[in-house]
DNA sequence: CGCGCGGTTGATAACGGTCAAGACCCGTGG
DNA sequence: CCACGGGTCTTGACCGTTATCAACCGCGCG
């Protein structure tokens, strides 16, 4: 799981493939869409039903902590972030969904959302409303099987997350976060060896558990221990073997979760 | 949801209370459990094909990382850490356990544990076989239900957490666990202010990403500071307010989370 | 042009980690 | 009953990493 092709396109184009038809037949979203378990017909019977696709903006929000869960959401382009947040203002970015990412989740367990989702990048998303999902199950349990699936993945990104922030310097959280990027966008070893960052260091220190100043300047000291080149968001000449041997990982060939 | 009733027995007398019968009808774990979905004939006719309980001696490991995933199980009685771990030796206690949590929701996605579960105490684990489960939701769909709602709470208490170790100091990461614990007993304002610690130093450190050493110097400080009282493991008059306002948390009247 | 925003760089200080020693707890055996 | 020993926990001194405060840079925009 978590293995994504290289073959998103950009926003716009993404946006363009899918608008012609609510149909999911078509969607670029693979493994990771619930749907992805329905065999190619009953999908096209199926997905009209409770799908529905809509553009997203910079700094958008798709839903608030709080608000009662009226669809779950599928990121089919674009990134979003999500927040926890208390009422006395602070907050940390937790996750950071891009393609195929299921969100929404975190509202199973009481019917209200805890978390706050946020469009980082204009982009499309695709809402499963909650209720008639639910009568669908009973006809489609595999979807419901998705669906725990999905909870279970997150539940396990979560762990690493945890581990990265705990007892971790400033450099080590910065490259569990670079390979947890790479992995995600399937980029590995010689592959490919770049990334965009669709976040702000803002987003990212939160997310990090830092602060702005001290992740400038570990991106500066990865930079002249010669990991990586940074400019801005982009990420160039990534040595991942160095980045798996700074964190000490033993990696077997592929597969394996940060 | 999270509040458990205070009427939890003794450890020795819960096991006994149990292990007369494997039906669930008697047993301690409210709300929390898969079968409290169920109506009691219900439950006194399903719960004793899947449901196996068993002892746990302090050490014993329930499962470990990479085991396929033969049960989910429930703590009755005792208390459980669960570790996560990489295979050069790192690893830190992610959660912690007790009467009506589920444990190993984390192999759902792949059919595989991704963490390690431990005991802490001795105790009592009602296990449910993964395979019979399965076929059991195809009857009762409310089981599925609960297993949806389990994985959501988890994930969010996981969210929790990540807020926890996030750039907060020493001292308010061992105030949101504490008030976590009080929380999870049940045990609020001037109800009861007192706490016992199932866990060692080791672990409590481990889990809020921290040394020994800082631990004990927190804990110190903060009895300095009138919060509670400290003796090994024992925490007593705990000044429930002092620690919410401590963390700048402004409460409405129970159930809010952390 | 000048302002604001996001990002970087520098100087300083504090928090927490590290290393080392000592206190306490508790089971074992004399 | 007390002495011993090993593990757990605490305390102390020191040092390093990272937060804090402040200035500066580069860039887009009114």
Not at 26 to 31: L, P, R
Not at 170 to 179: A, D, M, P
């Amino acid at each position: 799981m978590r293995t994504f092709q290289r073959d998103t396109p950009q926003f716009v184009e993404g946006f363009r493939a899918q608008s012609s038809t609510s149909s999911c037949v078509k969607c670029i979203s693979k493994s990771a869409c619930l749907n992805s378990n329905l065999d190619i017909d009953r999908r096209e019977r199926l997905t009209t039903e409770y799908t529905h696709q809509f553009k997203v903006k910079v700094g958008d929000a798709i839903f608030h902590q709080g608000d009662p869960i009226q669809s779950i959401y599928n990121v089919s382009t674009g990134f979003l972030k999500l927040e926890f947040s208390l009422s006395n203002g602070q907050h940390q970015v937790t996750r950071f969904a891009s393609n195929g990412d299921l969100v929404g989740l975190d509202g199973i367990a009481d019917g209200r959302h805890h978390l706050d989702a946020y469009a980082l990048t204009d982009g499309v998303i695709c809402s499963l409303n909650y209720v008639r999902l639910q009568s669908l199950i009973q006809k489609e349990p595999m979807i419901q099987k998705s669906i725990e699936r999905a909870l279970s993945n997150e539940l396990n990104r979560a762990q690493e997350h945890l581990f990265s922030l705990g007892s971790h310097s400033v450099e080590e959280k910065l490259v569990y976060f670079i390979l947890e990027l790479l992995q995600k966008e399937g980029r590995f070893k010689s592959e490919q060896n770049y990334l965009h960052l669709p976040m702000n260091r803002g987003d990212l220190k939160s997310y990090l558990g830092i602060t702005v100043e001290s992740l400038s300047r570990a991106l500066a000291t990865l930079e002249g221990a010669k990991f990586f080149r940074v400019k801005n968001r982009e990420i160039n000449e990534i040595d991942y073997h160095k980045l798996v041997e700074f964190l000490d990982l033993t990696l077997e060939e592929s597969g394996q979760t940060i």
